[in-house]
């Protein structure tokens, strides 16, 4: 039965290598050991052009010798397409499967360079001692080189990343051109896509996308802070939201393509677009007015002039579809009257990116408390001058009392002279 075996095994190889030259070396004992080499230096080579080459078994794959797994390489194209290969001085392992997926000069030692994946042609094409990385998808992770605990998903993703560290990225060319930048998270296409900064957080199609080195920034939806560039510190949520922040910081913007005034400036809060007809809370507002807050504090020279200017009017909202009427200021006439006044550089107005005005009616309280301390004082002096008249008048009224008093007593006296006979006295009398 032994004999059978050898016979039908090298009547086989005869077959595959009729037109070539080369060594045929069998090797038969315990399990067997089965050697082919032809001039082309290929141990052994199988061709089919129908159907399909089965093998019934497992394949095992080594370096110079059986055990040495490590060095275990599948070729396609005369370049590997599968191998774990790893740093000699390291340990742990590693999966590369792809066209020049990994590489065979790594560096690292103990737990560096290992327990690394990556699927997908050229991707971790560049790893040195970077370690515990993933990528998936063409050009993931393709420069890095010691960067470490990356999660890659998508054609593109992390692509340039060379040194950044626990970064995660899906989604095609996500975090495309992060190098350095670390613990960012962009979830899908062109996500982050200009990144070099750290802790950023986008997640929607090309949200972050011209985001360079801004950092601690999140966004959420499609496009949101879009054109950021090095602004820091800002959150949209919402499709589109903050588009128009470039670098501004600490800004806030939530709803679609909710836009905060001036994409330059900071500490700006937007809730809603242009057509939000209505906004509500349960309780009031809290408006912080702590002293510590605030500086330059001089007396407000805006009062009863200035109220007294202002031109209140009803109106019915343009995208109101209820058609409610509406009370309040315009506010270019607001801006007109405050020239008059000399007031320039007010934050009671504000006009956005696309040139429409914002009032803010709380700054009207400090003029309208102002003009009512002026009408007090008015009235007070008023008060004082008619407490004085009425003084008067109640003098007056005493004097006409007095005077008529007199006038009657004169007129008893004539009265009483006009009727007394006429008498004749004596001189000695």
């Known amino acids: 039965m032994k004999i059978r075996t050898i016979l039908l095994t090298l009547i086989l190889l005869s077959a595959i290598l009729k037109a070539q030259t080369g060594s045929i070396r069998n090797t038969l004992?315990?399990?067997?050991?089965?050697?082919?080499?032809?001039?082309?230096?290929?141990?052994?080579r199988v061709e089919q052009t129908t159907g399909n080459v089965i093998m019934l078994r497992n394949l095992e794959l080594g370096g110079d010798s059986i055990s040495s797994l490590t060095k275990g390489v599948i070729t396609k194209g005369g370049v590997p397409f599968i191998h774990n290969y790893i740093s000699p001085t390291a340990y742990g392992v590693n999966t590369f499967v792809g066209y020049k997926s990994g590489n065979f000069t790594m560096s690292g030692t103990g737990i560096a360079s290992g327990d690394n994946t990556a699927v997908g042609a050229y991707t971790l094409s560049n790893i040195s001692t970077g370690s515990n990385?993933?990528?998936?998808?063409?050009?993931?992770?393709?420069?890095?080189?010691?960067?470490?605990?990356n999660s890659s998903f998508g054609t593109g993703s992390?692509?340039?990343?060379?040194?950044?560290?626990?970064?995660?990225?899906?989604?095609?060319?996500?975090?495309f051109g992060n190098i350095s930048g670390s613990e960012n998270t962009a979830l899908g296409y062109k996500a982050l896509y200009y990144n070099k900064s750290n802790y950023n957080t986008a997640l929607g199609s090309r949200s972050l996308e011209n985001n360079t080195t801004g950092e601690a920034n999140t966004g959420c939806g499609i496009g949101v802070l879009l054109n950021n560039q090095t602004g820091s510190y800002n959150t949209a949520i919402g499709n589109i939201a903050g588009s128009m922040i470039q670098n501004g910081n600490n800004n806030i913007a939530i709803g679609y393509n909710a836009q905060v005034a001036d994409g330059s400036l900071s500490n700006q809060v937007r809730i809603g677009n242009t057509d939000i007809s209505y906004a509500g809370i349960q309780v009031a507002w809290s408006i912080t007015s702590d002293r510590r807050w605030k500086e330059n504090i001089q007396p407000?020279?805006?009062?009863?002039d200035f109220i007294s200017k202002l031109n209140p009017v009803r109106y019915n909202r343009i995208n109101d579809e209820n058609k409610k009427i509406e009370y309040g200021l315009i506010a270019q006439e607001l801006e007109?009257?405050?020239?008059?006044?000399?007031?320039?550089?007010?934050?009671?107005?504000?006009?956005?990116?696309?040139?429409?005005?914002?009032?803010r009616y709380n700054d009207l309280f400090a003029p309208m408390i102002k003009a009512i301390q002026e009408l007090k004082e008015e009235n007070g002096k008023l008060k004082a001058k008619v407490e004085r008249l009425n003084y008067i008048e109640l003098q007056l009224a005493e004097m006409q009392n007095l005077t008529n008093e007199l006038v009657s007593q004169i007129n008893s006296?004539?009265?009483?002279?006009?009727?007394k006979p006429f008498q004749f006295t004596k001189a000695d009398e």
Do not use: P, W
Not at 29 to 44: H, M, P, R, Y
Not at 158 to 175: E, I, Q, V
Not at 338 to 359: C, F, P, Q, W
């Open 300 to 304: 407000t020279n805006l009062g009863l």
């Open 133 to 149: 990385n993933s990528a998936f998808g063409v050009y993931a992770l393709n420069k890095n080189s010691s960067g470490e605990y």
């Open 29 to 44: 004992g315990t399990g067997g050991s089965f050697i082919v080499k032809d001039s082309a230096n290929n141990f052994l």
């Open 413 to 419: 006296l004539k009265k009483s002279e006009d009727n």
């Open 158 to 175: 992390l692509s340039f990343n060379t040194t950044g560290s626990y970064n995660s990225a899906l989604g095609y060319n996500s975090l």
């Open 336 to 359: 007109q009257v405050l020239k008059e006044e000399g007031v320039t550089n007010s934050a009671m107005l504000t006009i956005d990116g696309e040139g429409r005005y914002e009032l």
